[in-house]
C-alpha cells in the first residue's frame, strides 16, 4: 500500500472514529446527553483526534527521513490502536473537552514554533552548506579575497568583496534616492496635507510597495538603464552600458520610497501633538516646528525606519539581476556595471548543479553573510522602533 | 444681551491699561457655534481668570487670543481682537509674530524632549533675540529665575527636560514661554496635571508673573481663580456672562447663572 | 541662531521695550516665511517625483507590454496542395501525419509568392529568405493542425489568418522601422516593404491575442507564439498551497500567540523570530528551499509543490502580524462575556473571537498571497526558472510536476536573445498587475464590507 492510501485509510479510521465516540458516549450515558461531562461532539473528536494524529505524524516522519518501507504501514496499526485505546477511555465522566482541547493547543503551539523552525532551518543550511565550502576554499580569501572569477574547471577565485561593494554601493545610491523622497513626503503628509490630500497620496504611494520586485527589475533594465545611459553616461563619458549600479540604485530608491515614507509616517505621527502645539506657540513656524521639535523626537524611530530599508535593499534581487549588471568590480564609478551578493547566489545556484564544488557552495556562503548582514540591521532596526514607540506610549 | 453690557460697564472703568480689546468675537468649529458675541478687555499686569462649566469656551476663547486655533482646520473666528490696537485677525498679521508676543501654557507640561537650556533657548533661537552665546545664556538664567526654577537646575542645565518633575516640568514650560519675551502670557489649565504642592509654587509663580505681563489663565477650580486673579470671567454655553473683579464676582455675582455655577449648582 | 539682525530687548533688561506692529513683517519674519514655504515646496516636490516615479513605471509598462495581447495575421490565400500534404493520396490522417510542419511552411512561402505576384507587388530584392520568415513557425503548425484535423481540405484553397513572425508583427504595430529593419539580422528592408504592402491592402490585422494568455511558452526562435498558459497554471497552483497551508497555520499561531502563550522567554522569542523572519531577503527562503525541499527531502526541482512551501514560509510572518491585529481588535468585553457563560477559552476563541475576526484576517491573508505572487527570486534557486513547454497535470499529482510561476516567466523572457520576448515581459507583468490589482480589491472589498467599529 503506498503512503497516500495509508494516509486516506487513516482519515477513513478518524471518521470511522468520531461516529463511534460520540455515538458510544450517548449510549453510555443512556440517551440523556446532560449525563456527559462533555457533550458527545467532543468524545467524537478526542477518538478522531488519537486515531489520526500520531499515525499521521509518523507518516510524514517516514517521509522526511526515508525511513524503510514498513514504517508506512505500521502507521495503520497506530491508528488502529489509538482507535481502540481512546474508544475504551470513553465514559460519561471522561473530560473529552479537556482533552480535545489539550490536542489543540498542543497543535497551536506546534504551529507557532514554526516560526522558529524556519529560522532554525534557514540558519542551519546556511551553516552546513557554508562550513562544507570553507572546507574546499579558505575563508580568508573568501572575506577578504578581491577577485571574484569563478570557473567550474578549478581555480575559481571566489573573494567576495567585489560583490559586498557593488551591494553597498547601490543601497547607498538607493538609500540617497529613498531617503529625502520619502522622509519629506511622510513630513507633508502628516503635518501639512489635509485629510482630502492625504486620502489620495498616501495610497497612491502605497501602489509602489505593492508591484512586485520583477516589475522594477524590468523597468530598470528597459527603461531607465538606457535613458540614464543615452542622458547621463554616454554624454559625459562614464560609460556605454545600461546596467549600471546607478541603473539599480535608482530605481531600488523608487521601490524604497513608500517603505520609508510610511514607516516614517507613523513614527512622525507618533509624536504628540501637545509638543507641536507647544512650539507653534512661541511663535514658530511649522517648518521650524517640524525640523527642531518633531524630527528630533522621531529621530530614533526614523534611524530604525532607515535600518529596515536599508536591510530591504541589501536583500533585494530582482532589480540588481536585471539592472546592475554581472561584472563583479570594484570601481567608484556609478554608471559603471557591477554586481552584487544577491545576483551571485542567483547565478551560482541557477541551472545545473554541482553540490560539491566549491562554485556551487559559495553561494550559501554569501547566503550566509547576507543573512546575518539582514539580521543585525533588522534586529538593531526593530530594537530601536520598539524603544521609540514605548516612549510615547 | 444683558450679560454683555454688564461686562462692558466693568471694563470701562479701567480702561488706561487695556492689554486685549476684544469686541463681537464668534467662533465656530464647523457647524458649532463655539464663541457667541464675546466682548472684554484684558488688563496689562493683571491676572485674569476665565471660569466656566467644561465646554463653555473658555478654553477657545483663549486659544483665539494667539491664534492657535488657527492650526485646527475647522476653527473660524470673526469679531475684532485688539492687541495694543492691533486687530490679530488682521490679514496682515503673520500669527508667528503674534505668538512671540502673546505665549502659551498648556494643560500637561509639554517640554520638548531637548536639554533644560535648549528647551528654554527654543524661544530665544527662533526668533533671534541674542546675538552671541553669552547673551543666550543670560537670557536662559533670567527666564529659569523668572519661572522659580533656576535653583532646582542649574547644576543640570544639560539634562533632558522630560526628566524633571512634573510641577518642575510645567514650570520648565512657563521658563520657555517667558524667554520669548511676550507681554501676555495665556494659561489653559496650567495646573490641572500638577499635585498640590507643584499647584502651589506655580500659583506663587503666576502672581509674581503678574509684575511683567498680562497673564490670562483658564481654570477649572474656582479657589484657583479666587487665589490667582485679579479678573475673572465667566462663560457658559459660549457667551461671557459675566466679566469683573474677582472679588466681585465671588461675593456679588449679579447673573444668576454665576450665583449657580459658584454655589457649586451648575458645573 | 545667534546672528540675528535685530534683536529685541529682553523685558528684563533695562531699556524699555520697543514695540513694533503686527502689522507689518518684520526681516527676520519674512525669512523664517520663506524657508517655511521652502520647507512646504520641498514636501509637494517629494510627493511629487514619487507619483511621477508611479506613473512613469506603470505608463513604460502598459506602452511597451499592452501590443502583447495582440497579433498581427495575414489573411492570404493558401492552397492547399495535395502533393504537399498527402503524398499517399489516400486523405489518411495517419499517413498524412508523416509531413512534418516544414512541408506546410513549402505551402506558405507558395501562397505568399502567389500573393506578391497576383496583386503587382515589386520590390527589390525580395529573397525566397524574406518569403519563408514571413510567417511564424506557429503559423505552418496551425495551418498543419488544421488540414489534419479536416482532410476535406486538401486540394481546396483556403483563406485562413496565419500567424506572422514576430518581425512583421512588429512592423505592422510600429515597433520595428525601415531603419531596425535594416539593421536586424531576422528581417530586412524588403521584407518591411512588403509587410507595408500588405498592410495598404488590408490584409495584415491584429486579432486579441488568446494564446498569449493561455498557450505554453516557446522556443527562442518564434517568440510570436509564446504564452503564459504554464505560468498562469503554476502560479495558481502555488498560491493554492499557500492558501492552504499558511492561512490555518498562521490563524493558529497568531491564536496561541495572542490568547494562550504565557509570558516567557519562549513566547518573546517566537515574537522577535517572526518580526525579523518578516524581513530577512526572500532570496534566503529560496536557498532554504533549496536546501530542505529539494536537496534533503528530495521533492523534485521545478515543482509547484516545492515553490508553494517555499512561499508559504516567506508569507507566514506577515500573515501572522496582521492575524494578530485582527484578533487585538476584537474587544475583550466579547471574550468576558463568553467566559461569563460559562464556555472555555477555547471555546470562546473558536465560537466568538476568531469569527469576528475573520474579515481582517482574510484581508491580510489576501495581502499576503498578493505579495506572494509577485515573488520571484526564491522561485529562481529552486529551479522554476527552467523552460517548460507541457501544461502541468491537474492537482494533487501536478503539483509535481514541472511548471513555471508569472514572475519567472517574465525573468525567463528578459534572459532569451530575441529582443521580441521583452514585449512578452511587458505584457505578461500586465497580466500579473491585474491579478495583484484584482486581489487587492477583493481585499479593500472585504474591509469595507465588514469593517466593524466597536
Known amino acids: 500500500m503506498s503512503p497516500f492510501w495509508i494516509m486516506i485509510a487513516t482519515l477513513a479510521l478518524a471518521v470511522l472514529g468520531y461516529l463511534l465516540g460520540r455515538s458510544r458516549s450517548i449510549r453510555l450515558a443512556g440517551g440523556d446527553t446532560r449525563a456527559l461531562h462533555s457533550r458527545p461532539g467532543y468524545h467524537g473528536w478526542n477518538v478522531a483526534l488519537f486515531t489520526a494524529l500520531p499515525a499521521l505524524l509518523l507518516l510524514a516522519g517516514a517521509r522526511l527521513f526515508h525511513a524503510p518501507g514498513w514504517v508506512a504501514p505500521a502507521a495503520l496499526v497506530l491508528a488502529l490502536a489509538g482507535l481502540g485505546l481512546s474508544l475504551s477511555r470513553t465514559t460519561p465522566q471522561f473530560r473529552a473537552r479537556n482533552s480535545v482541547e489539550r490536542v489543540i493547543r498542543g497543535v497551536l503551539v506546534v504551529c507557532a514554533l514554526i516560526a522558529i523552525a524556519t529560522t532554525l532551518a534557514i540558519v542551519l543550511s546556511l551553516v552546513f552548506e557554508s562550513a562544507r565550502f570553507f572546507q574546499m576554499y579558505p575563508w580568508q580569501d573568501f572575506f577578504f579575497g578581491t577577485e571574484w572569477t569563478p570557473s567550474f574547471g578549478g581555480g575559481s577565485k571566489l573573494g567576495m568583496l567585489p560583490l559586498l561593494w557593488g551591494t553597498l554601493y547601490i543601497s547607498l545610491i538607493a538609500l540617497l534616492v529613498a531617503v529625502p523622497i520619502g522622509l519629506y513626503a511622510a513630513i507633508y503628509m502628516s503635518d501639512y496635507a489635509s485629510p482630502r490630500v492625504r486620502s489620495v497620496v498616501k495610497p497612491a504611494i502605497e501602489v509602489l510597495a505593492g508591484i512586485p520586485t520583477i516589475v522594477y527589475g524590468l523597468f530598470a533594465l528597459v527603461t531607465v538603464g538606457p535613458l540614464l545611459r543615452d542622458w547621463i553616461a554616454q554624454p559625459l563619458g562614464l560609460g556605454s552600458g545600461g546596467s549600471s549600479v546607478m541603473t539599480a540604485g535608482v530605481v531600488m530608491g523608487m521601490m524604497l520610497i513608500p517603505f520609508v515614507s510610511s514607516l516614517s509616517d507613523d513614527i512622525i505621527n507618533a509624536v504628540p501633538q501637545s509638543l507641536r502645539d507647544g512650539s507653534l506657540a512661541m511663535g514658530s513656524t511649522h517648518s521650524e516646528t517640524i525640523r527642531q521639535v518633531v524630527l528630533p523626537a522621531a529621530l530614533p524611530g526614523i534611524v530604525g525606519a532607515i535600518l529596515l530599508a536599508a536591510s530591504r535593499a541589501i536583500g533585494e534581487t530582482m532589480i540588481v539581476v536585471l539592472g546592475a549588471g554581472a561584472m563583479a568590480k570594484i570601481s567608484p564609478n556609478p554608471f559603471e556595471a557591477m554586481t552584487t551578493i544577491t545576483v551571485k547566489i542567483v547565478g551560482q545556484l541557477t541551472g545545473d548543479n554541482d553540490f560539491a564544488s566549491p562554485e556551487t557552495l559559495v553561494a550559501f556562503a554569501l547566503g550566509l553573510t547576507l543573512f546575518v548582514m539582514t539580521l543585525g540591521l533588522n534586529i538593531l532596526a526593530l530594537y530601536i522602533v520598539r524603544k521609540y514607540r514605548e516612549q510615547y506610549e | ?267 | 541662531m545667534t546672528d540675528a539682525t535685530t534683536p529685541r530687548p529682553h523685558p528684563a533688561s533695562p531699556a524699555a521695550p520697543v514695540r513694533r506692529s503686527l502689522l507689518i513683517e518684520d526681516a527676520r519674519t519674512k525669512r523664517r516665511n520663506a524657508a517655511e514655504r521652502r520647507f512646504r515646496a520641498y514636501g509637494v516636490v517629494a510627493i511629487g517625483l514619487a507619483i511621477a516615479a508611479l506613473v512613469f513605471l506603470l505608463f513604460t509598462i502598459f506602452r511597451d507590454g499592452s501590443s502583447a495581447f495582440f497579433q498581427t495575421y495575414a489573411r492570404i490565400p493558401v492552397a492547399i496542395e495535395a502533393q504537399v500534404v498527402d503524398p499517399a493520396g489516400n486523405r489518411d490522417p495517419a499517413e498524412m501525419q508523416k509531413v512534418l510542419t516544414m512541408g506546410y511552411g513549402k505551402l506558405l512561402d507558395n501562397a505568399l509568392a502567389a500573393y506578391v505576384e497576383e496583386n503587382g507587388i515589386q520590390i527589390e530584392g525580395l529573397s525566397e529568405r524574406d518569403l519563408s520568415t514571413f510567417f511564424s513557425a506557429q503559423g505552418r503548425a496551425d495551418l498543419r493542425n488544421a488540414v489534419l484535423a479536416d482532410p476535406a481540405l486538401v486540394g481546396t484553397v483556403i483563406e485562413a489568418p496565419v500567424m506572422t513572425s514576430s518581425r512583421v508583427d512588429g512592423m505592422f504595430k510600429g515597433r520595428v522601422s525601415r531603419d531596425s529593419a535594416a539593421r536586424d539580422a531576422k528581417t530586412s528592408v524588403a521584407q518591411y516593404e512588403l509587410a507595408m504592402a500588405m498592410e495598404k491592402q488590408g490584409d495584415l490585422q491584429t486579432r486579441f491575442n488568446w494564446d498569449f494568455v493561455t498557450s505554453t511558452d516557446s522556443s527562442d526562435n518564434r517568440p510570436e507564439a509564446a504564452g503564459l498558459g504554464v505560468a498562469i497554471l503554476g502560479s495558481l497552483y502555488m498560491m493554492l498551497i499557500v492558501l492552504v497551508l499558511s492561512l490555518p497555520i498562521g490563524v493558529a499561531a497568531s491564536i496561541y500567540l495572542e490568547e494562550f502563550a504565557p509570558k516567557n522567554r519562549l513566547t518573546d522569542a517566537i515574537e522577535v523570530n517572526i518580526s525579523n523572519l518578516a524581513a530577512v531577503p526572500s532570496i534566503v527562503f529560496g536557498i532554504l528551499g533549496l536546501a530542505v525541499f529539494v536537496n534533503f527531502v528530495g521533492l523534485p526541482r521545478s515543482a509547484p509543490i516545492v515553490g508553494g512551501l517555499v512561499l508559504t514560509l516567506l508569507t507566514l510572518p506577515t500573515i501572522i502580524i496582521s492575524t494578530r491585529a485582527a484578533l487585538k481588535a476584537v474587544p475583550p468585553s466579547i471574550r468576558d462575556a463568553a467566559l461569563g457563560v460559562g464556555a472555555s477559552r477555547m471555546q470562546t476563541m473558536f465560537h466568538h473571537v476568531l469569527p469576528l475576526a475573520m474579515p481582517g484576517i482574510l484581508t491580510g491573508t489576501i495581502l499576503g498571497l498578493a505579495h506572494a505572487l509577485g515573488e520571484t527570486a526564491p522561485l529562481l534557486l529552486i529551479g522554476m526558472v527552467a523552460f517548460v513547454t507541457t501544461y502541468p497535470s491537474a492537482p494533487p499529482e501536478g503539483f509535481l510536476d514541472p511548471a513555471s510561476a508569472l514572475p519567472v516567466q517574465v525573468y525567463n523572457w528578459t534572459q532569451r536573445a530575441d529582443p521580441a520576448f521583452f514585449e512578452r515581459a511587458s505584457g505578461a507583468i500586465i497580466v500579473l498587475l491585474a491579478f495583484l490589482l484584482a486581489m487587492n480589491l477583493l481585499a479593500i472589498y472585504l474591509r469595507r464590507k465588514f469593517e466593524r467599529r466597536w
Not at chain 2, 469679531?79 to 492691533?86: C, I
Open chain 2, 1 to 267: 444681551m444683558d450679560d454683555v453690557r454688564l461686562a462692558e460697564r466693568a471694563v470701562d472703568t479701567d480702561a488706561r491699561d487695556i492689554k486685549f480689546q476684544c469686541r463681537d468675537v464668534q467662533v465656530w468649529y464647523g457647524e458649532k457655534h463655539a464663541i457667541k458675541d464675546v466682548s472684554v478687555d484684558l488688563l496689562d499686569k493683571t491676572v485674569t481668570a476665565f471660569i466656566g462649566p467644561s465646554g463653555c469656551g473658555k478654553s477657545t476663547f483663549l486659544r483665539c487670543l494667539n491664534r492657535m486655533n488657527d492650526t485646527i482646520g475647522i476653527a473660524r473666528v470673526e469679531g475684532q481682537m485688539l492687541l495694543d490696537g492691533e486687530n490679530i485677525y488682521d490679514r496682515r498679521v503673520d500669527p508667528v509674530q503674534l505668538r512671540a508676543r502673546v505665549g502659551m501654557v498648556f494643560q500637561k507640561p509639554n517640554p520638548f524632549p531637548k536639554s533644560i537650556y535648549d528647551n528654554v533657548a527654543y524661544g530665544p533661537r527662533i526668533h533671534g533675540l541674542a546675538r552671541n552665546r553669552a547673551e543666550l545664556d543670560e537670557i536662559v538664567e533670567k527666564a529659569l529665575r523668572g519661572a522659580a526654577l533656576w535653583n532646582e537646575v542649574k547644576d543640570r542645565l544639560h539634562e533632558t527636560g522630560t526628566g524633571l518633575s512634573g510641577g518642575q516640568q510645567q514650570r520648565l514650560c512657563i521658563a520657555r514661554a517667558v524667554a520669548t519675551a511676550p507681554e501676555v502670557l495665556l494659561m489653559d489649565e496650567p495646573c490641572s496635571a500638577l499635585d498640590p504642592i507643584a499647584t502651589a509654587q506655580v500659583e506663587e509663580l503666576i502672581d509674581e508673573l503678574r509684575a511683567t505681563f498680562s497673564v490670562v489663565i483658564v481654570t477649572h477650580s474656582m479657589q484657583q481663580a479666587a487665589r490667582v486673579s485679579q479678573k475673572t470671567a465667566f462663560f457658559h454655553l459660549g457667551n461671557l456672562v459675566e466679566y469683573g473683579d474677582t472679588d466681585d464676582i465671588f461675593t456679588r455675582p449679579r447673573d444668576p447663572r454665576t450665583e449657580s455655577y459658584i454655589s457649586g449648582r451648575i458645573g
